[in-house]
């Protein structure tokens, strides 16, 4: 196929070219039109990490179609509604969204397996699970009937435990506790007597100094030291609940099915890298912040949940499993998905990574 | 810019667009032609998971380019030299490589450090490194010079620590064994005695047959299992020595310099995502073959070395680190920045996944 590029065009030429415009107008043309794309985020503007996700796909896209793929971002300061992600990308008022699948159970249930479940696998473990393990296809089947692509969008990486005003001792003191903890893990402390609720992100900070929360878990320190939660919430709890946090872009597919074929292969991939990237990006920010916790914020208190505790949660989530895979058979099918993989590829982890790692502790 | 695609026109207006192309020749034209680059690999044909490493990234490229950027991969069956990617792609004879980096320790000896290295980075660390941590600019530093731009090329995780044909339960089990490790593990094996080589992937089960060799290290489950190392060498180590082994993709820079800037960055980004890609490749199959391996292969013996040699193999590993460090500035600088980078990655990786790990290996 050959093209021709107007714009570098000389003045002369330019004259001669607009006078074959004419001729060569036909639907062809439209093959190499200029599509803009909205995007919808969760986050506010400019948000850290999350927020970079977003501009990276979009600038990856846009430099790759040579400016024929063009997608503007919208924050949550400009459409007002973090959690209508899902209905303004499935209505068609946005084209595209970046979210996270777990804040759309109360809407679809089935969207809470997506995101990351507790005890359950680490990053490169489900991403194994998404595009070698049927992931992928799960996902298209809770999403398509909602005319709506979803695709993996950005890893945290194993999240903190989370922030708490006061320590928790025993089962006694997570009774009637107010947290910030969506998805499943939500679920699971609700078990344990914890009233869970989920929180704007803008909105955290205040809900916890003026204790509409008592409690909230948000990322780890890739991005919590900058919220500002230990100057309230000193102690710190390490992970159980998502082991690997994989943010969500979705895509109309109606606006999905119009672009060419070598569009679609560029935001494709540009979500893919995007999602990969930010995934490095959190382990790098995790391991930077982390140090700077350790020497500039001496007094934030790292603690892991009592025994007690840890089993409960166990106990608690093992039952709530058997409990959604009874609601409906899709998702009986893709715990029983979720559950196979992890089998196979935690045995490879635990003889590899872990294996290396609890060699070099003990030398 | 506007553009216009020839070959979707009906024949008349054909006719007419081929009278337009007289008026419109011009340089501007050279921007959109099809660029067809040449690639040799290491590996032989088809060869698994590092071969689809190639593959994935070529379709992709081309793909995304609507057929304007073209990658045809020669496998070392076809041009017969799987160490001499370097100066191919140097030289101009290919446009692209895919091989390793410290495969040319022998010739540019700061290459050595792009790969893994021994106590090192585990992959989502090395990463780190690499995107965030100045390893793109170190690399950059040390392939410039030799008209080559280096990329990260694809992650195999974590490697065990290779077949033998008899138990080592001791350091003088070591001594004078002929083994296939290439790299800085190499040089660490040879302060133990080891006689070390490399050999290329084709060849590496007939000469373990033969005895040209006694030991040899190759990958991990995801591959060894096809390569039939088993029936010779039945002691299968665990890891120490390669905890991310980064494959590399090389662009000769005249080659690179010529491409217009979209299909620049078609290229970076498939290589990029290529990269990650086999990564989870590599988690997949691995997962896939150790479970198959302890149903399928239940003769292997899965045995770690003992504290004895591991002690040995850490104190001549720090020797050498001290050693190559002394040999010239820029290798201080490579070995001071990806200790300094692991430091601080490295307590993350320790409070997130090893411990939710560990937590879990409790319960």
Redesign the interface.
Known sequence: ??????????PK?LI??A??LA??S????A??KVYKLKLAETWGANFPIFGDATKNMAK?AE?????RLQIRIDSSNKHKSPFGVFDMVRSGQYDMGHSASYYWKGKVPNTLFFTTMP?GM????Q??WF???GGMELMEKVYGKFNLLSFPGGNT??Q?GGWFQTEIKSLEHLKGLKMRVPGFAGEVMAKLGVKPTNIPPGELYTALERRTIDALEWV??SLDLRMGFHKIAPFYY???HE?STELQFLVNKKVWAKL???LQ??LR??M??AA??M???S??A???N??KM?TEFPNIK?K?FPTEV??AL?KANDDLLAEKAAENPLAKEILKSQAD?M???????????????D???V?
């Open positions: 196929m050959m093209k021709f590029s107007i714009s570098a065009l000389k030429k001669a070219a006078a074959c001729v060569l036909s639907p062809a043309i093959a190499d990856m430099t790759m179609s040579n400016g005890f680490i990053a490169p473990e991403y194994g595009y070698h393990g990486g194993n903190m780890g320190p390490t992970g159980w082991p060419p074929a070598d292969e560029i991939v540009a893919r890298t990969y990237d995934y490095i990006q382990t790098h995790s391991g930077e982390w140090a350790q790292v892991t840890m089993d166990r993989y089998k196979n590829v935690r045995v490879w982890t635990e003889i590899s990574d872990k294996a290396y790692l060699s070099l502790s030398n």
